[in-house]
């Protein structure tokens, strides 16, 4: 679903990005860890086809970015650690902003807009200017533009930041259901309980370059992630 093949990105003399290659499968929830400035964000935006890279490739469902960049960003959605939103729209008009983009039939937008709004419960704030929404309302838009029109592939940076208990289980739950359907999801968080108990693989980034990658019990063993992420962090 998404390959990561020695991706390096420079900036100025210093390697954000180091050689990094991972592979991401089709029905995995795959967590990527690290402190802050390892080079997480820079490879979320480098797969996404934000950020331009020095070296390597990405390739999503069989298509190299770099080759086809707009055919491999219609199946994919990234959420971003701060969502950067259209202000000066309503939520609705947000909504259906990123459907007429992604070419979503009116009868199906919709319905998917009812399902996940009612189910974040921000139905009843999608008239509202997007100035007017708390960053928790934010994300919930986020993740709903996210999922509204059915990527193979969602990629997430730090997506729970911002959202109360409730909106963190019901948005793992999602994650979890998107997988199941033979989806992938690739994300960044600092909450290494979430990713030990959500994850089917982690990677660990340090200054750049892997460190770790595996499925979970691979990955820590008999301790827990986050004894094994200090562990490596300290060495």
Same mark, same amino acid.
């Given at each position: 679903?998404?390959?990561?093949?020695?991706?390096?990105?420079?900036?100025?003399?210093?390697?954000?990005?180091?050689?990094?290659?991972?592979?991401?499968?089709?029905?995995?929830?795959?967590?990527?860890?690290?402190?802050?400035?390892?080079?997480?964000?820079?490879?979320?935006?480098?797969?996404?086809?934000?950020?331009?890279?020095?070296?390597?490739?990405?390739?999503?469902?069989?298509?190299?970015?770099?080759?086809?960049?707009?055919?491999?960003?219609?199946?994919?959605?990234?959420?971003?650690?701060?969502?950067?939103?259209?202000?000066?729209?309503?939520?609705?008009?947000?909504?259906?902003? #990123?459907? &007429?983009?992604?070419? /979503?039939?009116? +009868?199906?937008?919709?319905?998917?807009?009812?399902?996940? =709004?009612?189910? !974040?419960?921000?139905?009843?704030?999608?008239?509202?200017?997007?100035?007017?929404?708390?960053?928790?309302?934010?994300?919930?838009?986020?993740?709903?533009?996210?999922? #509204?029109? &059915?990527?193979?592939? /969602?990629?997430? +940076?730090?997506?729970?930041?911002?959202?109360?208990?409730? =909106?963190?289980? !019901?948005?793992?739950?999602?994650?979890?259901?998107?997988?199941?359907?033979?989806?992938?999801?690739?994300?960044?968080?600092?909450?290494?309980?979430?990713?030990?108990?959500?994850? &089917?693989?982690?990677? /660990?980034?340090?200054?750049?370059?892997?460190?770790?990658?595996?499925?979970?019990?691979?990955?820590?063993?008999?301790?827990?992630?986050?004894?094994?992420?200090?562990?490596?962090?300290?060495?």
């Amino acid at each position: 679903m998404l390959i990561i093949e020695r991706l390096t990105k420079t900036y100025g003399e210093k390697k954000a990005v180091d050689d990094l290659s991972l592979h991401i499968r089709p029905g995995e929830i795959y967590g990527f860890i690290g402190h802050n400035g390892a080079g997480k964000t820079t490879t979320l935006k480098s797969a996404v086809g934000i950020l331009q890279f020095d070296e390597g490739n990405i390739i999503v469902n069989g298509t190299s970015l770099k080759d086809d960049p707009v055919k491999c960003k219609r199946q994919l959605a990234y959420i971003p650690d701060n969502p950067d939103l259209y202000e000066f729209m309503s939520g609705i008009k947000y909504l259906n902003f #990123i459907a &007429d983009i992604f070419g /979503i039939p009116s +009868d199906v937008r919709q319905e998917k807009i009812r399902e996940y =709004a009612d189910l !974040l419960e921000l139905t009843g704030d999608l008239a509202q200017p997007i100035s007017a929404y708390s960053h928790g309302m934010k994300q919930k838009l986020a993740v709903i533009s996210a999922w #509204i029109h &059915d990527p193979a592939l /969602i990629l997430m +940076d730090e997506p729970f930041v911002g959202l109360d208990p409730k =909106a963190s289980h !019901l948005l793992k739950e999602m994650m979890r259901e998107h997988c199941d359907k033979g989806g992938a999801i690739f994300f960044s968080t600092h909450v290494l309980e979430v990713a030990e108990k959500l994850c &089917d693989k982690v990677a /660990i980034i340090k200054q750049g370059r892997l460190v770790k990658a595996g499925t979970m019990e691979e990955v820590k063993g008999d301790d827990s992630l986050e004894e094994v992420f200090l562990e490596l962090e300290a060495e």
